[in-house]
């Protein structure tokens, strides 16, 4: 699993993310995978406005549109790719905590979006820590004052740790 580059869920796969500061914010591109196929290539060129799609496969940006809609009222489509570059920013972040040498990069998730479920949700609620050893990452755990859906984190051999609640 390549924890810094690609962001996978429900069939739907961010991939080959690239970013420069643009005028009014960000440019960037990326491809959307979907179901193992490059589906879409999503590009902002940082001015300000709206996503561009080069669709692959048709109906992908319908799809994107759909799974956004519960949450945005205008351009649903940009809304579930932001998202899901909201996904791989935190993804990114432990990878840095692992390389600047704090041994575990843990993040603990409370509640999670699922974008293709009959009424896609984008809620989540994550807290994200450091620990030095892995039984300081259970302590941490087991401090927690609420009920988390799962815990993840790097290991120092680069390997992934999970646990559930």
């Known amino acids: 699993m390549d924890i810094t580059g690609k962001i ?9 993310y690239k970013e420069v500061m643009g005028h ?5 591109s990326c491809e959307i995978w979907h179901n193992g196929k490059k589906a879409v290539l999503v590009m902002n060129d940082g001015n300000g406005g709206c996503n561009s799609y ?8 319908d799809l994107l549109a759909e799974i956004g809609k519960a949450e945005a009222d ?7 790719v932001t998202e899901m570059l909201v996904m791989l920013g935190r993804k990114r972040q432990m990878a840095r905590w692992a390389k600047k040498g704090l041994d575990y990069a843990v ?5 999670e ?3 293709l479920a009959k009424s896609p949700t984008f809620e989540y609620d994550v807290q994200m820590f450091a620990a030095d050893s892995e039984q300081q990452v259970i302590a ?10 799962r815990a993840h984190w790097i290991k120092p051999d680069g390997s992934l740790g999970d646990a559930l609640p």
């Open 107 to 111: 993040e603990v998730v409370f509640k």
């Open 24 to 28: 009014e914010g960000p440019a960037f």
């Open 113 to 115: 979006p699922d974008i």
């Open 140 to 149: 941490g755990l087991s401090r927690l004052k609420k009920p988390f859906k």
């Open 8 to 16: 996978v869920q429900n069939g739907l796969e961010l991939k080959k």
């Open 54 to 61: 080069h669709e692959y496969e048709k109906g992908i940006v």
């Open 74 to 80: 205008y351009d649903p489509e940009d809304h579930t």
